[in-house]
């Protein structure tokens, strides 16, 4: 079946990068963006940025620009995501997430229909 | 930027109640860019219904959508007890690419 299988949690000190991955099964790799979408505890869902894993493009949310950088590899059907220089706030859950574009009649629709478990990163001194 | 405005923030209900969740957008939002998703505690969030009013693959009929423009609306007709659970609306847009609205949790009363 479709999936997204995430790496494990992550403890990290403040000022230390972290590279969470997320692997596709299911489904051919290249034809999806992967989305990062991330949650504070008690919070809301915060979108980060989108990569396509065919042309390796990427497109990040402005509160992460410079700090934020989106990879794959191909060849293992992986998706990373790497966040540099953590503080406390960046404790969250990060998700990814694979973006479902479709045209039907004349409307495009997106939405984002398969998502990983998520991985806790917890930054803490 | 577009913000998508969730209300109320905490919805009190019992099962069976019919639930009314509201999502408003600060600018039009095309119908088929505006999406809403479930999530449970300590799960991924699910996807309920695209293009505003299309419910997604195994999501019961008792879940509809609805809106347009920058007034959208999820409908949950009869609560189950699984459906106690937090919403959120999420349109696709060009900068930035998506945005969330704040949640609205629905809760047992």
């Known amino acids: 079946q479709v999936q997204l299988v995430q790496s494990g949690a992550e403890v990290k000190k403040p000022g230390a990068s972290v590279k969470v991955s997320c692997k596709a099964s299911?489904?051919?790799?290249?034809?999806?963006?992967i989305n990062w979408v991330r949650q504070a505890t008690g919070q809301g869902l915060e979108w980060m940025g989108w990569?396509?894993?065919?042309?390796?493009?990427?497109g990040y949310a402005q509160k992460f620009q410079g700090r934020v950088t989106m990879t794959r590899n191909t060849s293992i059907s992986t998706a990373y995501m790497e966040l540099s220089s953590l503080r406390s706030e960046d404790t969250a859950v990060y998700y990814c997430?694979?973006?479902?574009?479709?045209?039907?009649?004349?409307?495009?629709?997106?939405?984002?229909?398969?998502w990983g478990k998520g991985t806790t990163v917890t930054v803490s001194s | 930027e577009i913000v998508l405005t969730q209300s109320p923030g905490t919805l009190s209900l019992s099962p069976g109640e019919r639930a009314t969740l509201s999502c408003r957008a600060s600018?039009?939002?095309?119908?088929?860019?505006l999406a809403w998703y479930q999530q449970k505690p300590g799960q991924a969030p699910r996807l309920l219904i695209y293009g505003a009013s299309s419910r997604a693959t195994g999501i019961p009929d008792r879940f509809s959508g609805s809106g347009s423009g920058t007034d959208f609306t999820l409908t949950i007709s009869r609560l189950e007890p699984e459906d106690f659970a937090v919403y959120y609306c999420q349109q696709y847009g060009s900068s930035p690419r998506w945005t969330f609205g704040q949640g609205t949790k629905v809760e047992i009363k």
């Open positions: 990569m396509n894993p065919n042309s390796g493009n990427t």
């Open positions: 997430a694979r973006e479902f574009g479709i045209v039907a009649t004349i409307y495009y629709y997106y939405y984002m229909d398969v």
């Open positions: 600018q039009s939002v095309s119908s088929s860019y």
């Open positions: 299911g489904y051919t790799f290249t034809s999806y963006d």
